[in-house]
Structures are given as C-alpha cells and as structure tokens.
C-alpha cells in the first residue's frame, strides 16, 4: 500500500527544536515533490516547505526561513524537518507530502492541492 508514515512532533516551549520525519511505504521519494505543510483550526492548510525533483531546490515560505530546515534521504526514503526557535504561531497539525506532477519542477508555486500521499499528520504545540 502506497503510504507515508509519520512520527514526531509534541509539546515545546517557546524558543525550544522538534524534528519531524517522514518515511514512504510502498513507493519512494526519489521522482516526487516532497513537502511539509501545516494547518491551525479555522485556517487554510499551508506549504511550509518544499523540495523539487529538478535541481533538489529546497523553498521555505517566509515565516520559517533561517530556523526550519528540511532534508531528505532518498536511499532511505525518508524526509525530515528540523524545528529551531519555536514560536507559538508554529502551533499546528503537521503533515508530510508527496506529488508526482507538475509540482516537481517548482514546488514553492503549488499548494496543498498539487499532492498525492500524505501523512496522517501530527500535533506541535508550542507554549509561551
């Protein structure tokens, strides 16, 4: 079965790191998009950060630049997402992703909806 399998996330206080990972089951990354989005209550679910097939160029939406960072290991088939400097506006439930169309060429211009697989999600609190 065609899945992905997430684990991490939890309770932090503000300025605190969490790690979130990702592994594919039944399929792998390598030919996907891969990205990380988020989503509050009441709120539209939002791209966090990306990685393209074409040239392995990794996009940050502005809110997170220079204290997230995401990776991935294509011989492991894994995606990770490093957390520094938390802040209570990060609070959210997490999800990892993978898309196999046009959204391999340049991730930051597609949103949730340009995805296939996903995770089942995961909480991140951060308290203040």
């Known amino acids: 079965e065609v899945q992905v399998v997430q684990s991490g996330g939890g309770l932090v206080q503000a300025g605190g790191s969490l790690r979130l990972s990702c592994s594919a089951s039944?399929?792998?990354?390598?030919?996907?998009?891969i990205g990380w989005f988020r989503q509050a209550p009441g709120k539209e679910r939002e791209r966090v950060s990306c990685?393209?097939?074409?040239?392995?160029?990794?996009y940050y939406t502005d809110s997170v630049k220079g204290r997230f960072t995401m990776s991935s290991d294509n011989n492991k088939n894994t995606m990770k997402l490093q957390m520094n400097s938390l802040k209570p506006e990060d609070k959210g439930v997490y999800y990892c992703?993978?898309?196999?169309?046009?959204?391999?060429?340049?991730?930051?211009?597609?949103?949730?909806?340009?995805?296939?697989?996903w995770g089942r999600g995961t909480q991140v609190t951060v308290s203040s």
């Open positions: 992703a993978a898309g196999k169309g046009s959204v391999i060429y340049d991730c930051s211009a597609y949103a949730f909806w340009s995805y296939d697989v």
């Open positions: 990685i393209s097939i074409i040239g392995g160029n990794r």
């Open positions: 039944g399929f792998t990354f390598d030919g996907y998009a």
